[in-house]
């Protein structure tokens, strides 16, 4: 028997999700051609039909905690054959764009970052911590040293020392010189740190209603989570991802999949070169700037113009889309971040190596700044599906849904 459930309408929750994309929500007249159309929807209990009429209704819990709208891909093939034009993908990217917001927390934090009016306050704040950080280490230099001598003496052979930037490296130029880098690491680990927090205080929620959706909707036969399967299961998805297999399936946007994959790997790219650069620095004493016949460079130059091509692809599709997909602040923010990390990442080389020091060194702090915004707001912004995505994709491989 189909357990029963008492529908609890919310005019706000409709509201907010045309204001944050799915404006054409009304137009619906639940004919389930989308979840035809959808090449990637599981027969069992398949998207988006069921979601537009859960979020026509303004059931917001029954839409939060549904893991099927981040299996959704906004692939558009939904959207194109819609014959009232209510667009299912933007809805269920609004209503994502919702559920990142209602497991994010602080709440105040989340509202912020999907607020434009809040923009200069998100981009000022980090600019003004980091002017001051470049103020004392060009001007408090001495002073920094004989901190550091008398804090940390001859700790692991003398190793700690305030400057990591040795006497002519790189053309006389190294950013250490300008923004020293125990600030950088006394910064961006405890925002790291932050971020990871509010994704493992979200995902626990998360991964709990989703489970709870899914049995209560008949779309699973597990009747438990088995945190140990669910690991299996997220090894068998990882490949699906790398291959970005379900946006090949899609038909409408098929020219997204490659922007997507070069993003990506780019990520996975700068990732491994900051892991294998802050071991070279801390543990084998070697800072940087690395000589460019270094292979860990390569890695580097490749990441960093593989991410300003794809993001910059990305943005370009949204343009000539702009009248099929519509694009909002949300979109814009994340797609901002992105392309400004890679391009101020790739100037502040460039201009290194012209020997452009000051110029350099603005755009470091440009780099610096885009660095901030994509980490401490990572569980805030749209950039956040691709956590809750990777989540809802293994729950849906380890509960056997087809």
């Known amino acids: 028997m189909t357990e029963k459930y008492l529908a609890q309408p919310d005019l706000d929750f409709i509201a907010q999700i045309r204001s944050l994309g799915g404006e054409t929500l009304k137009k619906c007249y639940q004919c389930a051609s989308c979840s035809v159309a ?7 209990s398949p998207f988006p039909r069921k979601e537009m009429i859960a979020a026509s209704w303004g059931l917001k819990d029954r839409l939060i905690s549904n893991g099927d709208i981040w299996l959704c891909h906004q692939c558009g093939d939904c959207t194109d054959l819609c014959p009232r034009g209510a667009a299912p993908g933007d809805v269920l990217s609004a209503v994502r764009a919702a559920a990142i917001t209602e497991y994010a927390r602080p709440k105040a934090l989340a509202n912020a970052v999907n607020n434009p009016k809040m923009l200069p306050f998100l981009i000022g704040i980090p600019a003004i911590w980091f002017a001051i950080l470049a103020y004392i280490t060009m001007n408090a230099g001495d002073t920094m040293t004989k901190i550091f001598h008398a804090v940390f003496g001859d700790i692991l052979g003398g190793r700690f020392h305030w400057s990591h930037a040795p006497a002519g490296a790189g053309h006389g130029i190294a950013q250490a010189n300008f923004f020293s880098t125990w600030f950088v690491d006394l910064t961006f680990v405890p925002t790291a740190t932050f971020a990871a927090i509010i994704f493992f205080l979200g995902l626990k929620r998360f991964i709990t209603d989703i489970h709870n959706n899914a049995v209560l909707e008949g779309k699973t036969d597990k009747t438990s989570l088995d945190f140990k399967e669910m690991f299996q299961a997220i090894l068998r998805v990882i490949p699906t991802i790398l291959k970005h297999d379900k946006f090949n399936e899609c038909e409408a946007n098929k020219d997204r999949a490659t922007p997507h994959m070069m993003v990506l790997y780019s990520f996975i790219g700068l990732a491994f070169v900051t892991a294998v650069c ?18 860990i460079k390569w890695i580097a130059n490749i990441a960093g113009v593989a991410l300003v091509i794809g993001s910059g692809l990305m943005i370009k599709n949204r343009l000539d889309k702009k009248e099929e997909q519509l694009t909002y602040y949300k979109d814009w923010f994340i797609l901002g971040v992105v392309f400004a990390l890679g391009l101020t990442g790739m100037l502040t080389e460039m201009t290194r190596l012209a020997h452009l020091e000051y110029i350099s060194y603005f755009f470091y702090y440009l780099h610096l700044i885009a660095i901030f915004e994509l980490f401490a707001f990572l569980p805030f912004s749209k950039m956040a599906h691709l956590v809750y995505r990777l989540t809802a994709m293994t729950y849906a491989e380890y509960s056997n849904r087809k």
């Open 278 to 295: 802050g071991t070279m620095l801390y543990l084998g004493g070697l800072p940087g700037p690395y000589s460019q016949l270094n292979p």
């Open 38 to 44: 959808c090449p990637i929807a599981p027969e069992n």
